[in-house]
């Protein structure tokens, strides 16, 4: 059985920082594309940020770039999302997820393309 577990979320003020994490169990990751997603209240799941098998290869939504890093430990099998200069408008939940197949370039922040989802894990950022 394939289970992806987020961790990390909490309530922080603005400009602060969190370390989310995903741990997988049931799949090795280091076979797979890995994705973070967020959806705020009244909104559509949106794309963070999504990385390739080795780390080699990131994509950001516009929006988080240069404030998030996303980067796995595939010998931990876990993903993670640091997220810096956090903004009341990062508030959401956060969603790990993993897809296989190739990198496919801006077609990674399809939310459609990936078959294995977290339970996700609330981000919190006040004013």
């Known amino acids: 059985q394939v289970q992806l577990v987020e961790s990390g979320g909490g309530l922080v003020q603005a400009g602060g920082s969190l370390r989310l994490s995903c741990a997988v169990s049931?799949?090795?990751?280091?076979?797979?594309?890995m994705g973070w997603f967020r959806q705020a209240p009244g909104k559509e799941r949106a794309f963070v940020a999504a990385?390739?098998?080795?780390?080699?290869?990131?994509n950001y939504a516009d929006s988080v770039k240069g404030r998030f890093t996303i980067s796995r430990d595939n010998a931990k099998n876990t993903v993670y999302l640091q997220m810096n200069s956090l903004k009341p408008e990062d508030t959401a939940v956060y969603y790990c997820?993993?897809?296989?197949?190739?990198?496919?370039?801006?077609?990674?922040?399809?939310?459609?393309?990936?078959?294995?989802w977290g339970q996700g894990t609330q981000v919190t950022v006040s004013s």
């Open positions: 997820a993993f897809r296989s197949g190739f990198w496919m370039g801006n077609r990674q922040r399809e939310n459609g393309l990936y078959n294995y």
């Open positions: 990385i390739n098998y080795s780390g080699s290869i990131i």
């Open positions: 049931g799949r090795t990751i280091s076979s797979y594309i």
